[in-house]
């Protein structure tokens, strides 16, 4: 059973940053390509940033420039660094394979303070 295991999360003031962790497992990490997410209150999910196996990343529009996204196919990781955060970047974050969803993992809470 694939399971993703997000961390890293945390408070942060304005212009802070923060790495994130998606650890998964059940499956061999390194053959998807993978994307972080975001959730904020009363809003839809949204994907923030992807990268594939060739190691190709896209970035939503929203955080091009601040975020960057990387894998570690040892160890089955893939992060999302994240700089220059504003409170808008408030949210619940997760990882899943945008090309073929599964169950999400309970995600890792980032709050940004102005």
């Known amino acids: 059973q694939v399971q993703f295991v997000e961390s890293g999360g945390g408070l942060v003031q304005a212009g802070g940053s923060l790495r994130l962790s998606c650890a998964v497992s059940g499956i061999t990490s390194s053959i998807y390509t993978i994307g972080w997410y975001r959730q904020a209150p009363g809003m839809q999910r949204e994907l923030v940033a992807r990268?594939?196996?060739?190691?190709?990343?896209y970035y939503d529009d929203s955080v091009k420039g601040r975020f960057t996204i990387s894998r570690d196919n040892a160890k089955n990781t893939v992060y999302l660094q994240m700089s220059s955060l504003n409170p808008e970047d408030t949210a619940v974050y997760y990882c899943?394979?945008?090309?073929?969803?599964?169950?999400w993992g309970q995600g890792t809470q980032v709050t940004v303070a102005s």
């Open positions: 990268i594939t196996t060739g190691g190709n990343t």
């Open positions: 899943n394979t945008p090309r073929n969803m599964r169950a």
